[in-house]
């Protein structure tokens, strides 16, 4: 039986995988957790939503005759990471997760590495400053105790509901960036200080290196540890994982 894929994506790299399974001619489902209104189209079926936890995934799995799962979430979406992994156990479907390192300081950063996004609350518990937040808009409530800065936030859909701080400029846009234009963001919105998950990759590192040159301080939130799975970090791996895993459906 030829491999049935399930990519879990919301990454870059999730979607530069669907393209290379679709070039291979391999058969797979692109899914995404639904917290982005226009999920950027790929060359492979895709779904959109949750499955119900652990017990829904592994159903799933069940019902579609999955052959492999490919975690490529967000390093940030570590409970679809847990369910993904229970799921796995539960079925006996294997699964590997397509990783990205972790960003790390270099000469010139200014970073206040906090463990969580009540950490980042907590360092902007200070007075008034233009802040870029690039959070996401799922956090974006909890940062309504420090109502005393100026917010820039960059998101990839339009806010629905109003936003928790007084004072805030919203950008609708979509990654990657790049460093010229994400300096010249800064400058032109008078940022000071600016608030990021650490996600790793490229695609939203432009910020990090702009803050640099800039001299700007960064409060950068650590990543949640993952569950303990198999890791690779690029796509070559992951075709070689896939070649040489025999599963109970005969692949």
């Known amino acids: ?15 530069a995988l669907a393209g290379a399974v679709a070039g291979r001619g391999m058969t797979g489902t692109v899914s995404f957790a639904g917290r982005v209104e226009r999920p950027l189209r790929q060359p492979l079926p895709q779904r959109v939503g949750g ?20 975690d490529a979430t967000h390093p940030f ?5 847990r369910n993904a992994v229970e799921a796995s156990a539960a079925t006996g479907v294997p699964l590997i997760a397509l990783t990205r390192p972790e960003w790390q300081a270099q000469i010139g950063d200014r970073w206040h590495r906090v463990p969580d996004i009540a950490g980042a609350v ?7 400053a233009h802040v870029l937040l690039a959070v996401g808009r799922m956090h974006l409530t909890e940062f309504a105790p420090n109502p005393q ?10 806010p629905k509901d109003p936003l928790p701080f007084p004072e805030a400029d919203v950008i609708v846009d979509r990654g990657p960036f790049d460093e010229k234009s994400d300096r010249a963001l800064m400058e032109r919105h008078g940022i000071e200080l600016v608030v990021s998950k650490n996600s790793g ?9 702009a803050a640099r040159s800039l001299g700007l301080p960064v409060v950068m939130i650590d990543r949640p540890t993952p569950p303990r799975r198999a890791e690779v970090h690029d796509m070559e791996a992951v075709f070689d994982w896939i070649a040489h895993t025999v599963t109970d459906l005969g692949v």
């Open 51 to 70: 499955f119900g936890g652990t017990a829904g995934l592994a159903r799933y799995l069940r019902e579609t005759r999955v052959t492999h799962v490919i």
């Open 201 to 209: 990759g490229t695609g939203a590192y432009a910020k990090i290196a």
């Open 77 to 81: 979406a570590v409970q679809m990471s």
């Open 1 to 15: 039986m030829a491999p049935n894929l399930l990519i879990l994506a919301g990454t870059t790299e999730a979607t």
């Open 149 to 158: 800065h100026h917010y820039l936030l960059r998101l990839v859909d339009p």
């Open 122 to 128: 907590a360092a902007l518990d200070r007075p008034r």
